[in-house]
């Protein structure tokens, strides 16, 4: 069983019941010009998982691991996103540099070229922070107990899906290098938390880790 050094302690998992899990690395959110950064917030900090994120998913590929992808984002006529949301989120809806914000079947909604899903994986569509809230993603992932998380971002929809997922029996090994916060110190204090008391809602380590791992799978 393939096995990762990770804090609070190693994390084996089998391959046939694992998914690794890509959280919103969607244009609205790490493209310069794009909604993120009009908000006021560095898109660098995002964009620094692009690369490691584009290696673990190959080195997944080939170990035929499976791999959920995921967008935050709402129907046209917003009738799924809650006027609470709203109310806090007005752009949601409105024309941005790269199409409405956050609606799905626009340009900026869609996940970045670097990281485009391949034919036959699935690719979940969430109307909240957590992947698990009004999806399918509970049925996508029958026969897996173990998830390796990564995506945007670390306090906010990352840290959702992982809580949303341990009250669901699931086993969670965060990548520090994978998830990504436009604020350092939240990046820092968010997988901290992952961590602590033993581990209270996962495992974190960094994706060289997994993907050496992945790669003495025997195949
Ligand atoms: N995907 C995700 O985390 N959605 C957010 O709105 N994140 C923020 O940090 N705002």
Excluded at 95 to 121: M, S, V
């Amino acid at each position: 069983m393939p096995t990762v050094a990770a804090d609070p302690g190693p994390f084996s998992f089998d391959l046939s019941s694992t998914a690794l899990i890509v959280i919103d690395m969607q244009r609205d959110f790490l493209l310069p010009g794009g909604f993120g950064e009009s908000l006021g917030n560095d898109v660098k900090q995002l964009r620094r998982t692009i690369e490691p994120l584009a290696a673990l998913l190959a080195a997944g590929r080939a170990a035929g691991l499976k791999v959920i992808h995921t967008r935050e984002g709402h129907l046209p006529d917003l009738s799924d996103c809650p006027p609470a949301k709203l109310k806090r989120g007005s752009m949601i809806g409105q024309e941005g540099r790269f199409g409405k914000i956050l609606i799905r079947g626009e340009y900026g909604h869609d996940i970045i070229d670097e990281l485009a899903p391949l034919d036959g994986e699935d690719v979940v569509d969430k109307p909240g922070k957590g992947a698990f809230y009004g999806t399918d993603l509970s049925k996508i992932l029958e026969g897996c107990t173990s998830l390796i998380v990564t995506g945007v971002t670390t306090e906010v929809c990352v840290h959702t899906t992982v809580r949303e997922a341990n009250d669901r029996g699931y086993e969670c090994l965060v990548l520090a290098d994978c998830v990504g916060s436009y604020f350092p110190e939240f990046q820092r204090v968010g997988l901290q938390m992952i961590a602590a008391q033993g581990g209270i809602f996962g495992w974190v380590a960094d994706s060289p880790a997994v993907i050496a791992a992945l790669e003495g799978v025997d195949k």
